[in-house]
């Protein structure tokens, strides 16, 4: 189920991806999604599973859910390049899906994402996750099947070769949280890996730029949300140059 508005026909669409656990609404804190779609068509959705999507019967992974990332820029794109934003899980939907459709892809905005160089997931911490979802989704969510995939995903992202080379930008928390300490200890990794992980993206990039900021947490867009609108003026700025 997909949810757009903005201005029609506007030169780029804009696509948001939110991460594992959130359906579109996530986008709508702080006016995020309004903000992007006041000189954007703005594209915001429930992947399978989720808020008024059904579930479908094919897996989870990565290259599924980026397949389906696909279908929805398909159908609103009108053969326009489209900015990609991804939250956490989303990075790494949107990365599958630009590297195999780079002619396809202006820009791409990433907040906080996740990352094979940081997040190594035990069978056993799949399982817990797993277990957490279902127990306050349903089994059948679809945050409860995706996170059943998350250890071959993380394997999967390290067969992908680089980015196109179109304009990102990458904004990493170094807020030293609850919610960021529990993930460095359960990865026995730490900021400055995080940080180093996300740093990579800018592989094969020219015009890459990375930002960190200390005051907000894992959901960057809605901790500070003029540290994510000021970064997307930036990103769109080097589009439109």
């Known amino acids: 189920m997909a949810y757009h508005a903005g201005i029609e026909n506007s030169k780029y669409l804009v696509l948001m991806e939110a991460g594992l656990g959130d359906d ?30 059904t579930l479908a019967e ?4 990565i290259p599924v859910l980026s397949d389906d990332l696909g279908k929805v820029i398909e159908k609103y794109s009108k053969g326009r390049k489209v900015i ?5 899980l989303g990075g790494l939907i949107i990365r599958d899906y630009a590297i195999k459709n780079p002619q396809k892809v202006a ?5 906080d994402p996740s990352h094979e160089k940081y997040n190594e997931p035990t069978k056993e911490q799949v399982k817990q996750i797993v277990e957490v979802f279902s127990k306050n989704f349903g089994a059948n ?5 995706e996170a059943a ?10 067969t992908l070769g680089p980015l196109p080379n179109v304009p990102v930008v990458v904004l990493t928390s ?4 609850a919610g960021n300490k529990e993930a460095d200890q359960a990865n026995h990794k730490t900021r400055q890996d995080w940080y180093d992980a996300h740093e990579t993206l800018k592989t094969g990039i020219t015009d890459f730029t990375h930002v960190k900021t200390l005051k907000a947490g ?20 080097k589009i439109h140059q």
């Open 24 to 53: 579109h609404s996530v986008w709508f804190n702080n006016n995020i999604a309004d903000f992007c779609a006041e000189k954007y068509e703005t594209v915001i959705y429930d992947r399978a599973g989720y808020g008024k999507s």
């Open 58 to 61: 094919t897996n989870r992974s």
């Open 84 to 88: 990609l934003i991804g939250h956490s």
């Open 107 to 111: 820009g791409m905005l990433f907040v």
């Open 141 to 145: 969510h679809g945050a409860t099947q």
């Open 149 to 158: 995939f998350l250890q071959n995903d993380f394997e999967y992202m390290f």
């Open 174 to 177: 170094m807020k030293e949280d």
């Open 218 to 237: 894992h959901y960057i867009m809605i901790e500070d949300p003029e540290f994510f609108k000021d970064n997307f003026k930036v990103l769109t700025g």
